[in-house]
């Protein structure tokens, strides 16, 4: 899978890495990751926001080694 760096590979587009999910009510963005059986949890440590720009930080971050293999 790619890196944030753009190293390695593709990744493949029937594999996503993230979800962005935009909720209208309150305008605020999370941040979701692709779990099992085709489920995407919420990354618990970037809550709801109203910057998509932090959310993407978190992406690229990826301190948990949830997005990026």
């Not at 995407?40 to 301190?63: K, Q, S, V, Y």
Request: glycine share 8%; aromatic share 12%.
């Amino acid at each position: 899978m790619a890196k944030a760096d753009g190293s390695g590979p593709h990744p493949s587009p029937a594999a996503p890495l993230a979800q962005f999910r935009f909720h209208s009510e309150l305008g605020q963005w999370t941040l979701h990751y692709p779990g099992a059986q085709n489920r995407w949890h919420i990354f618990l440590n970037a809550g709801p926001t109203l910057n998509l720009e932090r959310l993407l930080r978190h992406l690229d971050e990826d301190p948990l080694n949830l997005f990026w293999e």
